[in-house]
């Protein structure tokens, strides 16, 4: 099983300021890694696949890189209704997910 | 529009069975695989199980391996989860999700799952 671990579990953050996630594999993927959003009671959104590849309809804020082991999300310019957990998500393998970090608006 | 509708969640006791349903619409079902991912109570996404498109290959996380079982029915449109078993630590908001990738062969390449049900919410106590 590849383990995927997000770093930090938690971050609190003021708008307009940038926000990184990164989540690293025990193992190398590639680019098969795929960044989610959930927000309270909502089921999870895609934000961008395979790394670095966007999706139709996610603001621009939103971005993806990395390759191999080590990945980030940024969020330029975070707004408030990006408050959320962000999640990891690896398709190299059966899947599997990092942990979740939470982004709080102060 | 695709629209994925889980159904068949609910209270039961440890040790009881129970049979989650999710209802597909706005593409050819049968072209993909399926999953079942299920949320524990304020933790983080875990995957659960998965399906080819055709039903012929499934695949489960150790922690329900020989107690889930994933199927479909292509011409009903409709992916299933039988969970027998059931523990206090199976207690979870259940999503069904479309996976972009392709089985074929035997063998299925996974991509990111690009749309997700509402969940339902199975509930393990006495």
């Known amino acids: 099983e590849i383990v995927l671990t997000q770093s930090p579990d938690f971050q609190s953050v003021t708008p307009k300021e940038k926000v990184t996630i990164t989540c690293r594999a025990s193992q190398s993927i590639g680019s098969s890694l795929h960044w989610y959003q959930q927000k309270p009671d909502q089921s999870p959104k895609l934000l961008i696949k395979y790394a670095s590849q966007s999706i139709s309809g996610v603001p621009s804020r939103f971005s993806g890189s990395g390759s191999g082991t080590d990945f980030t999300l940024t969020i330029n310019s975070l707004e408030a209704e990006d408050a959320a957990a962000y999640y990891c998500h690896q398709s190299s393998s059966l899947p599997t997910f990092g942990q979740g970090t939470k982004v709080e608006i102060k | 529009e695709v629209q994925l509708v889980e159904s068949g969640g609910g209270l039961v006791q440890p040790g009881g069975s129970l049979r989650l349903s999710c209802a597909a619409s706005?593409?050819?079902?049968?072209?993909?695989?399926m999953s079942w991912v299920r949320q524990a109570p304020g933790k983080g996404l875990e995957w659960v199980s998965a399906i080819s498109g055709s039903g012929g290959s499934t695949y489960y996380a150790d922690s329900v391996k020989g107690r889930f079982t994933i199927s479909r029915d292509n011409s009903k449109n409709t992916l299933y989860l039988q969970m027998n078993s059931l523990r206090a630590e199976d207690t979870a908001v259940y999503y069904c999700?479309?996976?972009?990738?392709?089985?074929?062969?035997?063998?299925?390449?996974?991509?990111?799952?690009?749309?997700w049900g509402q969940g339902t919410l199975v509930t393990v106590s006495s």
């Open positions: 999700a479309k996976d972009e990738g392709v089985c074929t062969g035997g063998v299925c390449y996974w991509s990111y799952f690009d749309y």
């Open positions: 706005g593409f050819t079902f049968s072209s993909y695989a």
